[in-house]
């Protein structure tokens, strides 16, 4: 080869190098490397509707829609005890999800199915309104099951009454509970109504009878009827064999005696007027009455002596 050529190839080689060089250069200028590609997202999280207290929930209170919020979880995390809104599929036990066409369970099977699957994947706010709180839940702590008692469940009167209170039912009809449009959580006065006992002076006389009436028991709060311890949002009244109330100790001893000496009946009271004392009213002595026979111009009559 021509020593021409050699020199030629030589000095494009060094000018192939040297171009290269100032490229790496000229792309290296901030003193950062280059890129190679783009950091690839990062997975996004699945998240559920978790239903957590809005604030320091006690034992005994009940629940309203402020003292309920929903809250973000990661549904990695989430316990099946959690009540969550159902809007994201939460796996059950096993990692699997139920399938859509998966039989459906009849009759006790169903109630027990259902019961679990509300505590598993929850539902409404609206559905844990009223409920009662059975253990203390702190602001933020999510509300599991074991820790309130839902209206109609067992326990729930027992959660529902006020400390030291008792509950304790008495017959009632339609005529003795306002026509029926006394519901449970509105406020009462009790009335006795019962037969006097006469004594003629003159001999028996059993041509007339006398009753008298008062009030035994004051601003009592209605706890349920028959077994309900809630009216539904659309009933405007509630006729029902029993009217179950909350009253003391002693109270309940007075209404208990109250229930022998004759026909017990439910006054309602306003929503106005329900900021009075409540419980037993004090006690009447009971009046004995004397029929006397009197006669005047020959002829009889009997007055009425208490």
Not at 68 to 91: C, H, L, Q, R, Y
Not at 167 to 185: D, K, Q, S, Y
Not at 252 to 275: I, N, Q
Request: aromatic share 4%; hydrophobic share 45%; with cysteine.
């Amino acid at each position: 080869m021509k020593p021409a050529r050699i020199a030629v190839i030589c000095i494009a080689a060094v000018s192939a190098i040297g171009l290269a060089l100032v490229v790496r250069a000229m792309g290296s200028s901030s003193g950062e490397p280059t890129a190679i590609a783009a950091a690839a997202p990062a997975p996004s999280v699945p998240m559920a509707k978790v239903l957590v207290a809005a604030r320091d929930l006690e034992p005994g209170q009940r629940l309203t829609d402020a003292d309920m919020d929903w809250k973000d979880w990661p549904v990695s995390e989430v316990n099946p005890a959690f009540i969550t809104d159902g809007s994201v599929p939460i796996p059950v036990e096993g990692g699997e999800e139920q399938p859509a066409d998966a039989p459906k369970p009849k009759g006790a099977v169903a109630t027990v199915a259902r019961a679990a699957t509300n505590m598993a994947t929850g539902g409404a706010k609206a559905d844990y309104v009223g409920s009662v709180v059975r253990e203390t839940i702190l602001a933020g702590e999510p509300i599991v099951g074991r820790k309130i008692v839902r209206a109609g469940d067992s326990g729930y009167m027992a959660a529902y009454l006020e400390p030291g209170m008792r509950a304790m039912a008495i017959r009632v009809t339609v005529e003795t509970a306002a026509g029926g449009f006394i519901l449970p959580g509105d406020r009462v006065d009790v009335l006795l109504t019962r037969e006097l006992r006469l004594v003629d002076a003159a001999g028996p006389d059993s041509s007339r009878a006398k009753f008298s009436s008062n009030t035994v028991m004051q601003n009592v709060k209605v706890l349920a009827i028959d077994q309900s311890t809630r009216a539904g949002d659309d009933e405007q009244t509630v006729i029902g064999a029993t009217a179950t109330l909350e009253v003391s100790p002693g109270d309940a001893e007075a209404l208990a005696l109250a229930k022998s000496e004759g026909e017990l009946s439910l006054v309602l009271r306003s929503y106005a007027d329900t900021g009075g004392p409540s419980g037993r009213v004090a006690p009447q002595r009971q009046t004995q009455t004397t029929a006397v026979r009197v006669y005047r111009g020959g002829e009889a009559q009997t007055v009425v002596v208490q």
